[in-house]
Each structure stands twice: as structure tokens, then as C-alpha cells.
């Protein structure tokens, strides 16, 4: 059983940073696909950036694109999302996600297994 859990939500007015934490176990995450996704209210949850946690590679949404950066920490089995020049419309939960499986479509919520419970980015204008 792979366990993803959030940390790291918050308030902030828009220009200003967050980072999110996501601390995954129950298995050697390494070797494969972690990734951040958001949902707002209404809307469908979308793919923020996802990292191929055996070769590092990492992958953006286009909105996200220069402002927000993926990274892990192997040795903490940790994931992450380093949020800066926040918008009012980054505001959602967001979600880390842990695939198991082979991974096609990096930013697409079909390709993870394992999800945690969400935590909440608000950011103010």
C-alpha cells in the first residue's frame, strides 16, 4: 500500500511563495512517476508538474511553466512543489499522486494509483 501525504498549504496574497511537501510511503518511490495536481471548485483536477522519480526527469503544466519547480529528496521519500509568483487562480487543493504503473500521459490524472488527501493553496489578490 503507497501512501502519499500533503503538507505545506496555506493563505498568500498573490506574488508571494509556497511550497508544498509530500512525503510518500510504503514503498521505493523511486522508481517511478510522482506528481502535483490541482483541483478548484468546479473544474476538473489538472495536472500541475509531475517528476520520474528514478531519472529525474520533470514535467509542467503550461501555466505553471517558470514559476513552479518539482524536486525530491530520495532519501526522505519526499516530493516537492516549490510554488512562487502565486495567482489568484493557482488558488485549489492540490493533490500528490504516486503511480505504480507505467506511465504514458505524465500530467494525467488517469495515470496514478495512489492519491492523498489534498491540501489547500488560497492565494489572495
Known amino acids: 500500500q503507497v501512501q502519499p501525504v500533503e503538507s505545506g498549504g496555506g493563505s498568500v496574497q498573490a506574488g508571494g511563495s509556497l511550497r508544498l511537501s509530500c512525503a510518500a510511503s510504503?514503498?521505493?518511490?523511486?522508481?517511478?512517476?510522482m506528481a502535483w495536481f490541482r483541483q478548484a471548485p468546479g473544474k476538473e483536477r489538472e495536472g500541475v508538474a509531475a517528476?520520474?522519480?528514478?531519472?529525474?526527469?520533470?514535467y509542467y503544466a503550461d501555466s505553471v511553466t517558470g514559476r513552479f519547480t518539482i524536486s525530491q529528496d530520495n532519501a526522505r521519500n519526499t516530493v516537492y512543489l516549490q510554488m512562487n509568483s502565486l495567482k489568484p487562480e493557482d488558488t485549489a487543493m492540490y493533490y500528490c499522486?504516486?503511480?505504480?504503473?507505467?506511465?504514458?500521459?505524465?500530467?494525467?490524472?488517469?495515470?496514478?494509483?495512489?492519491w492523498g488527501q489534498g491540501t489547500q493553496v488560497t492565494v489572495s489578490s
Open positions: 499522486a504516486a503511480a505504480t504503473t507505467r506511465v504514458w500521459y505524465v500530467l494525467s490524472p488517469n495515470s496514478y494509483n495512489y
Open positions: 510504503g514503498y521505493s518511490y523511486r522508481s517511478y512517476f
Open positions: 517528476i520520474d522519480t528514478g531519472g529525474g526527469s520533470m
